[in-house]
């Protein structure tokens, strides 16, 4: 089938700070603001049926006349290349040789497949609007119908059977009124979905077609190499017309020929994009506190892969955007994670900022969402060194100002286009567009760092020119070396490691910010300083005179165990200063990140215990205590002193130290029993039990037990099933945090 072949040349302005790609259009047309009019416009636009009035407009308001309307039929039945062999006749005496869509007209009127028979006066009126009758008639011969299957009635037999095969089913338009190019681009649309006469939707006419298929990316690679294929997750497909930023992330059905993507029809009306939280196992919350169930085999794509929620979901760090598929019963089926740098739009305002320098940086369209370090944000927000990336999918443009400043320790394969260095102890990967500011370092040099939000390098600058926003925990010291795990927004468990500055104080717990020095060391510098106030208003969004930032980031830590990331529905809805161990601020002044002193209970490890004491004898030390603490997912023991002495045989929950030697903080739950099945109810995602007029919320990794069996549950419904009557336990009182740890079948 021959197609008409449109290119579209398209410029990007590739600074030094900006990575270069080849970038399809962001949006076809500039002047269409209705989504199912752009849709529809970029659905011929694909075909070749239209290609705008010129300047990038559409004009969608604008009439089209029965001479258009014409050849835009014939272009959509694959039939162009005929046109010319009809332009020597003379059908209808007001279509002249010399007008242009003569050729069209004949072929329309005359040809194998003809559609129109003119005016009844030998006349056609090619320069008169079409009206919406006349539009839908046209369309309705096109899917294979005729006079005699609508009564041989016009219009009323054609515009009943055009309602009935779902064509003009969303339209309340008179029959004689003229049709907007824009009506026109809808009607079109919906006729790829409708069943000819002979049967099958018109879309076959195009070539085999696959539903619910989702665009990933419209700028990948082919196997043969070339750039601009379009990557979906039904595979990999070149295409004669690049597809639009804009279809990126949607779901819908695509028609390919040849091996090649002919057209893509967004069908999709069961997904929502959301800005995660936190995420989990087998779960995530959204920015607003509401929790989605994802089970762990759920198809995670990217712009270049395909992946499972299972194996993926560490990598989503707080502020992601991801867009979610679900079936008709309301489960996810699927899930799109934009990695915004592996598309490659990333670019780094290294210059004094004026308004928005992505804008031109990037190509962004007008309409982008700006959001920085996870928070909705403004152009005024936007400071010097800061990184960008630009999510098609979400239309967002995508801020973050982590640094590290450190010594710049080797390169490889070398310095001069190197594709990782090492930099504080540890390997990070490279962008090209880092290699320009990497080139005014030299090996040894202290340098500061600027990332993408998956932690790659894109640019380097001097420590004179930005510092460090790195915030830490020292999770090994001694023998002259350190190693540090960032609390970073961005991406969760990287280590910093090397030499450490000497230190007469053991720092391994300590909460730090850290920095590398001239001479290959890590300083480390206590988070002694923090921002105090006396009412904490987490209802609010209040720190005392502050603003909580929308994107805070909060950890939760127990002694001096490992903090736990928890998310602002984890906690009560005030908090007293004690409960704060740190508090700090971003660029605009507000509390951004905050390190807590047990508030939710989330730091401990619940399951049942069991105690053994070994008394001492004369050529011992002494007593000895050991705890062994068993959960569904297995069980890990460890000593412990007395003071965190939970009963044996009882269900509670233990923290460990950092190096898991030793357990150093213990609760023993308490109980709450003759608990039913039917006292569980899920309110917005939360499942909650209420008992004794008291609601308690239920941990999200709930354990359960079988007493019965001495076995544990999969889940609280497996145990719901098996019992009516349970017993419960919970680490607090629900007003400070609390939460049911813990359910029992006896």
């Known amino acids: 089938m021959k197609r008409k072949i449109i290119s579209l040349l398209l410029a990007l302005v590739l600074l030094v700070s900006v990575m270069p790609t080849a970038l399809a259009a962001e949006g076809s047309f500039t002047d269409i603001t209705d989504e199912a009019t752009a849709q529809a416009a970029e ?52 279509v002249s040789s010399k007008h242009w869509a003569r050729g069209y007209i004949n072929l329309a009127a005359s040809g194998e497949e003809k559609f129109i028979s003119g005016m009844g006066n030998g006349k056609f009126a090619p320069d008169e609007y079409i009206t919406f009758a006349q539009a839908v008639t046209i369309l309705v011969r096109l899917l294979g119908y005729s006079d005699s299957d609508t009564n041989m009635q016009w219009p009323e037999g054609y515009l009943t059977l055009a309602d009935s095969i779902g064509l003009t089913k969303e339209f309340d338009i008179a029959p004689n009124a003229a049709i907007t190019r824009a009506q026109a681009a809808r009607l ?6 409708c069943n000819t006469k002979s049967g099958g939707e018109y879309l076959g006419r195009f070539g085999s077609v696959t539903e619910n298929v989702i665009i990933l990316s419209n700028d990948a690679v082919a196997a043969d190499g070339s750039s601009g294929a379009v990557y979906t997750s039904a595979g990999s497909y070149k295409t004669d017309v690049p597809v639009a930023d804009s279809t990126v992330g949607k779901r819908g059905t695509i028609a390919t020929f040849d091996g090649k993507l002919v057209v893509f029809i967004p069908t999709d009306t069961s997904s929502r994009t959301f800005s995660v939280s936190l995420a989990e196992s087998g779960w995530f919350k959204t920015s607003e506190g509401s ?3 994802v089970a762990a085999d759920t198809a995670v794509y990217t712009e270049s892969a395909r992946s499972v929620w299972n194996e993926v979901w560490l990598d989503i760090p707080s502020g992601s955007n991801i867009t979610v598929y679900f079936d008709a019963k309301g489960s996810i089926e699927a899930i799109f994670f934009a990695t915004s740098a592996a598309d490659g739009r990333v670019a780094v305002a290294m210059n004094e900022v004026k308004g928005n320098p992505f804008t031109s940086l990037l190509g962004l369209p007008n309409d982008v969402e700006i959001y920085k370090n996870g928070a909705p944000a403004t152009a005024a927000d936007i400071r010097r060194y800061d990184v960008a990336e630009y999510d098609k999918a979400a239309k967002q443009l995508r801020i973050n100002d982590t640094r590290l400043t450190g010594t710049y320790e080797n390169a490889y394969p070398g310095p001069a286009a190197p594709e990782q260095i090492k930099f504080m102890g540890r390997l990070w990967d490279v962008l090209p567009c880092a290699w320009d500011s990497l080139g005014n370092f030299e090996l040894g040099d202290t340098m500061t760092l600027l990332f993408t939000s998956d932690m790659r390098v894109v640019g380097a600058v001097t420590s004179r020119e930005a510092g460090s926003t790195a915030v830490g925990i020292v999770t090994a010291y001694g023998g002259g070396s350190v190693s540090v795990e960032l609390l970073s927004s961005l991406r969760e468990g990287i280590v910093l490691s090397g030499k ?7 720092m391994q717990g300590e909460l730090v910010t850290v920095y590398g020095t001239p001479s290959g060391e890590l300083s480390l510098r206590n988070l002694s300083e923090s921002i105090r106030a006396d009412k904490i208003s987490i209802a609010d969004m209040t720190y005392g005179s502050l603003a909580i930032s929308p994107a ?9 165990a490992m903090p736990l990331r928890v998310s602002l529905s984890d906690l009560p809805a005030t908090l007293a200063r004690a409960d704060v161990i740190y508090a700090g601020t971003d660029y605009a002044g507000r509390v951004d990140m905050l390190i807590l002193n047990d508030v939710t209970g989330n730091g401990y ?7 053994k004491i070994t008394e001492g004898d004369d050529s011992s030390d002494g007593t000895e ?15 412990f002193f007395p003071i965190n002495i939970i009963k044996n045989n009882s269900y509670g929950g233990i923290v460990l130290s950092l190096d898991g030697s030793r357990v150093i903080a213990g609760v023993e739950l308490s109980r709450i029993k003759n608990v039913s099945r039917s ?5 917005d995602g939360q499942v909650v039990l209420t008992a004794n007029g008291i609601s308690y919320p239920v941990a999200d990794n709930v354990q359960c037990y079988n007493a019965a069996a001495g076995e544990w549950f999969d889940s609280l419904d497996d145990a719901r099933r098996f019992s009516s009557v349970l017993t419960v336990y919970y680490d607090r009182d629900p007003a400070k945090g609390g939460k049911i740890r813990v359910v029992v079948a006896e």
């Open 291 to 293: 929790r989605y169930t």
């Open 605 to 611: 490890v619940y399951g049942k215990t069991t105690v």
């Open 43 to 94: 659905i011929l636009r694909q075909l070749g049926v239209v290609d705008g009035v010129g300047g990038g407009k559409f004009n969608p308001a604008g009439n089209l006349k029965r001479a258009e309307f014409c050849k835009m039929a014939i272009v959509m039945m694959g039939i162009e290349d005929l046109e010319p062999g009809y332009r020597n006749r003379t059908i209808f005496t007001d």
């Open 188 to 193: 079109f649309a919906k006729m790829l979905l």
């Open 500 to 506: 450490s500055v000497k230190n007469s104080v053991n």
């Open 552 to 560: 805070v980031n909060v950890f939760d830590r127990v002694g001096k």
């Open 625 to 639: 205590y050991s705890m062994t603490l068993a959960n569904s997912e297995g069980s890990v023991s460890s000593k």
């Open 679 to 683: 006292d569980f109810k899920t309110v």
